[in-house]
């Protein structure tokens, strides 16, 4: 079966999500003290996206997974369908954080005026759960391409979309990071990829609570150069996510020396969660050592 990407997941998990969250007996966590350590990297503090790792527990299993691991938090994809109070009380009782969540999805997108009102209507809910679960950061997608539209009116579009939004955010305090795909691998037909697009639109946006998730794996298939980009728009830098590429899983897996783009990124002034978007390749433990390894220099 090939890899689910993050559309294909968000589509068919959407009935599972309105299960009841039971917490059920833990199946995987950390069962040493030395394992317990692996979160805790002396230089990048790590993010484990818990829609990607240890799939086969329940949810809140997930999270209490990643605590055992010693990561500091956690990000994860829609908020609807989730018992956001009982994330927010086990967040609490593990001290673990919520680094980000998907405050708006691939559809309906941004990039189409049609949905501004339903934007707005979404981010305002969004940021009440954001404040529930103590988190700073959601994500927002730019949406596919639309029928009859040009690039450069879906990217306008979008700054539209923003620029209505961002009272909302400013007020809550809570940043919304526009998420650039790739469309060589993951994300055919959207309407937003690549660095300079995202760092145009949010320049435009023009707010500290507006900035970009920047995926250091899309940006590896839609650019390369992941070092200097990152210098060129890191004004623009709300949140880094990573993945190697092929494959889309944990550092030393692939061809990106992450060592290298860590370092860079921490050099530039970044000292933020770095999201763990990626699958583990064959455990989790082997996953969190190649974490771990890549935050050596």
């Known amino acids: 079966m090939p890899p689910l990407d993050r559309r294909t997941l968000l589509k068919s998990t959407a009935a599972s999500l309105a299960l009841p969250l039971a917490a059920a007996p833990m ?5 040493d003290e030395d394992t317990g ?8 503090r790590f993010a484990v996206n818990v829609e990607m790792w240890w799939t086969k527990l329940p949810f809140l299993d997930r999270v209490r ?17 989730r018992d956001v109070d009982a994330v927010a009380a086990l967040a609490k009782e593990l001290k673990i954080e919520i680094a980000q969540f998907t405050a708006w999805p691939f559809e309906p997108g941004m990039n189409d005026p049609k949905n501004h ?16 679960l103590d988190c700073r950061k959601m994500c927002v997608v730019g949406g596919n391409d639309q029928p009859g539209m040009t690039q450069p009116q879906m990217h306008e579009n979008i700054i539209t979309a923003l620029k209505r939004v961002a009272p909302i955010a400013e007020q809550y305090e809570v940043m919304l990071i526009l998420e650039p795909m790739n469309i060589r691998v993951d994300h055919k037909g959207h309407c937003l990829y690549g660095s300079p697009a995202a760092v145009r639109i949010c320049r ?23 070092c200097g980009h990152l210098k060129e728009g890191f004004d623009q830098v709300g949140y880094l996510q990573l993945a190697d590429h092929p494959g889309r899983n944990e550092p030393g897996t692939g061809e990106v020396h992450y060592n290298r783009v860590l370092r860079q990124a921490h050099e530039l002034g970044y000292r933020d969660f770095v999201g763990l978007e990626c699958r583990p390749k064959t455990t989790e433990l082997a996953a969190a050592k190649g974490v771990a390894a890549a935050d050596v220099w």
């Open 37 to 44: 350590r692996l979160g805790r990297t002396p230089h990048t």
């Open 117 to 132: 009102a339903a934007v707005e209507k979404e981010i305002e809910a969004s940021c009440q759960v954001a404040k529930k």
């Open 27 to 31: 199946a995987v966590t950390a069962d």
């Open 65 to 81: 997974a990643a605590a055992s691991f010693g990561f500091p938090a956690i990000e994860f994809w829609p908020w609807r369908g």
């Open 204 to 226: 435009e946006v023009d707010s500290k609570y507006v900035k970009i998730n920047w995926d250091l794996y899309h940006m590896q298939i839609s650019e390369g150069d992941l």
